[in-house]
């Protein structure tokens, strides 16, 4: 079972380091670190998006620091391999059920950002690096989807130190490149235009985050037993039915209305993209 946790683990890392840069916080740093915010602070963007990516892939060395050390536990536990899968499956049911908002339930979200005043008080390297390293342990800020709990889960059901380290520092770089996709923002125009565009993709990556959730809960369901994976396949595909029905229904009654999910961060994200353009 842990041979399969490692890949599970990989995943729900990559998707839900990707997923995160659609958080108030990710969209306000392709907001202030891009070429053209660098360029009115008298900086080089080249030099800030380094220390920007070596702060958040410092960042993710300390959260998988962190997820080793519960690694060691488990490993000491010396839990059976069915213990780690109905643990793995339980976690990953609750990653859905948190990130469709199912009857209103959600894992608890932290609401920080990071302090703007920092691009007006210090240095490039140390407010990019500061910004990388708090964004890249994941938990410092606002977390958008519950697969960032889902891969902490995983990583300690690995019983692996290294690994819990590897993934923690996969989650920390990815968080960290995300600056590079502002790279070609360098007029006003530009920025408006990207982060339209940008806003728009949101709701479908997250669905790729919930789909790799359901894929991750799938997987082992199926690892346990045949009967368990066709009971939690036929659930998700019940449930998949009802959702889609339920849109169907709200979109003959709310003409108009957005029917995207899921809804975590969607209103601050349309907040913080509204200032944007503001500016």
Request: glycine share 12%; aromatic share 8%.
């Amino acid at each position: 079972m842990t041979l399969w946790i490692i890949p599970l683990a990989a995943l729900v890392t990559v998707v839900s380091a990707v997923r995160s840069t659609w958080s108030p916080c990710g969209l306000s740093m392709l907001a202030c670190v891009t070429p053209l915010g660098e360029k009115g602070r008298g900086n080089r963007f080249r030099t800030s998006a380094i220390w920007f990516v070596t702060g958040g892939t410092a960042g993710g060395v300390v959260l998988g620091l962190c997820m080793a050390a519960l690694a060691v536990g488990v490993h000491a536990l010396a839990l059976s391999p069915t213990v780690v899968g109905v643990t793995a499956l339980t976690a990953s049911a609750v990653a859905v059920g948190s990130d469709t908002g199912l009857g209103g339930f959600h894992l608890p979200v932290h609401y920080r950002q990071v302090n703007e005043r920092w691009l007006d008080h210090f240095r490039p390297w140390v407010y990019a690096a500061g910004f990388g390293w708090q964004i890249g342990t994941g938990l410092a800020t606002y977390i958008t989807t519950a697969a960032v709990y889902l891969m902490v889960v995983l990583a300690a059901l690995t019983g692996n130190p290294v690994w819990a380290i590897a993934l923690g520092s996969m989650f920390g770089l990815v968080r960290g490149m995300s600056v590079l996709v502002g790279r070609h923002i360098t007029t006003p125009d530009a920025l408006r235009d990207f982060h339209l565009r940008f806003h728009t993709l949101g709701p479908r990556v997250g669905r790729v985050t919930l789909a790799a959730e359901v894929a991750v809960a799938v997987a082992v369901a199926w690892l346990l037993s045949p009967m368990v994976g066709l009971c939690v396949t036929g659930a998700f595909g019940l449930a998949g039915l009802a959702g889609l029905a339920l849109v169907r229904r709200k979109t003959t009654t709310h003409v108009g209305e957005s029917l995207d999910f899921p809804a975590v961060g969607v209103a601050g994200e349309g907040q913080v993209l509204e200032q944007v353009i503001a500016r």
